[in-house]
Structures are given as structure tokens and as C-alpha cells.
């Protein structure tokens, strides 16, 4: 289980997260949504040490972990943007990062998954934008760690793609993994989504299942229902 209690971080002037209250049950995949500037970005940085909350706490389990370090190993992270050093192949990024944490990750599962076989001898600055993602989630991911965070872990997946990492997900959450993402693609979380977090302005508007998030705007579709909330809050403005 996860766990942030009156969460605030500014930047300067501006507030990006302001007393975020929230919990993410362990076996679950939850979906942190909202529009651009609403804190998505800020909260999973802040779970992962990249950003240091102005106040609040955070917990996994019964650890808080704020100013801590020693839990990130229990955490696989797919940043929205990932670098890596282009001069490189992914064959030898795979040993770095194994070097790196002393760890035997399962590499071949995430090569097999999505085809990776014939790109692992070419360097990075040769590979599509589709086939780096790919590349990217397998670096992310190799270590089967019991908490994933995806940030936006989609992008520049053709379809076949996606339907294989949703189906990898799927299990992963079966076999008992803790699962955070943040995603533009709705059908994604209609169809893999246990929970959703909708964050506004740096606050929480919903935390609930889709059906639920439904039933409180009156809607049998998500986007609908999504843009239903955005029309309103851009209509206080």
C-alpha cells in the first residue's frame, strides 16, 4: 500500500500539489489522470525522491519514506521521457544496468514480448521512436520489483504493442504488483484500471473506481465524463 498524507509542493509562486490525501491499495492499478499543470507529473516524482514535497508525508507500507532512499529499489519507473546514452546498444545498456545494481534482471521476457531480438546489437540513435519505447519499458521494467510507475508509458506503441504490455500488466497485477500510471489514452484506463485519481489544480477531485466516476457525472463513457470535469472547473475560471 501507498500512502500520502497533505501533500504540498510550490514551485516558487506557483502550487502544484496542495494537502494531496491519498491511497493506492497494494494489487492494484490505479490511474493518475488529469490535464496538463494538475500535479500528475509532480506526484510520481515526489514518490520516487525527485522532487521533495514542502510538506506532507508519504508511505509504503508502514515506511515512511520521505528523505529516505533505500526503498527506490523496491520500485520499477518508466519516466514519460527516457535518456539514455545514444552511443550505446541495448544490449549494453541491459549489462550497465545490471553491473549497476549488482541484479540479474529478466531481460529476455521484455525482448520476446515485443519483438526486440533483431534491435538489441544496434545503437539507440538508429532505433525508431517506437522500437526506443519498447527498449525503454524493458530497461524500466527488467527487475520485477513490486511496485511499477508508468508515466505515460504508452507513447509511440503501435497497437500490437499495447495490447501485449496491457496483457503484461494484467498478470503483474494478478501475481500482486502495486501499478501506477498516468495516460492521454482513455480506452486504456476504462479497460485495465481499477482506480482512478483525478487530480485538478493540484488537488484531488476524484479517487474512485470508472463506474463510480460515472455515477458522479452522470455518464456511460469516461471521456465524457472526464470532459464533463474539465468544462467545469474551466467554467468557475
Do not use: C, W
Request: net charge negative; aromatic share 6%; glycine share 8%.
Amino acid at each position: 500500500m501507498i500512502r500520502f498524507e497533505e501533500l504540498s509542493k510550490s514551485f516558487g509562486k506557483l502550487v502544484v500539489l496542495d494537502k494531496v490525501s491519498a491511497t493506492i491499495p497494494k494489487g492494484k492499478i490505479v490511474a493518475v489522470l488529469g490535464p496538463n499543470g494538475s500535479g500528475k507529473t509532480t506526484l510520481i516524482k515526489s514518490l520516487m525522491g525527485m522532487v521533495k514535497p514542502n510538506a506532507g508525508q508519504m508511505y509504503i507500507g508502514e515506511q515512511q519514506i520521505n528523505g529516505q532512499s533505500n526503498y527506490r529499489g523496491t520500485i520499477d519507473y518508466l519516466p514519460q521521457i527516457s535518456r539514455h546514452p545514444q552511443n550505446l546498444t541495448a544490449r549494453e545498456l541491459i549489462t550497465m544496468l545490471e553491473d549497476i545494481r549488482e541484479q540479474k534482471g529478466d531481460a529476455r521476457l521484455f525482448v520476446d514480448l515485443f519483438d526486440l531480438e533483431s534491435h538489441l546489437d544496434k545503437h539507440l540513435h538508429n532505433l525508431s521512436g517506437g522500437t526506443m519505447q519498447k527498449v525503454s519499458i524493458m530497461l524500466s521494467l527488467m527487475f520485477k520489483n513490486d511496485i511499477l510507475i508508468l508515466d505515460e508509458p504508452t507513447n509511440g506503441l503501435d497497437p500490437v504493442a499495447i495490447i501485449r504490455l496491457k496483457d503484461y500488466l494484467d498478470e503483474e497485477r494478478k501475481a500482486g504488483k502495486t501499478i501506477i500510471f498516468t495516460t492521454h489514452i482513455i480506452p486504456l484506463v476504462e479497460e485495465i484500471a481499477d482506480e482512478i485519481i483525478f487530480l485538478l489544480e493540484g488537488h484531488i477531485y476524484f479517487q474512485g473506481s470508472v463506474s463510480t466516476l460515472l455515477s458522479k457525472e452522470n455518464e456511460t463513457n469516461l471521456e465524457r465524463a472526464i470532459a464533463n470535469v474539465l468544462l467545469k472547473t474551466t467554467s468557475h475560471e
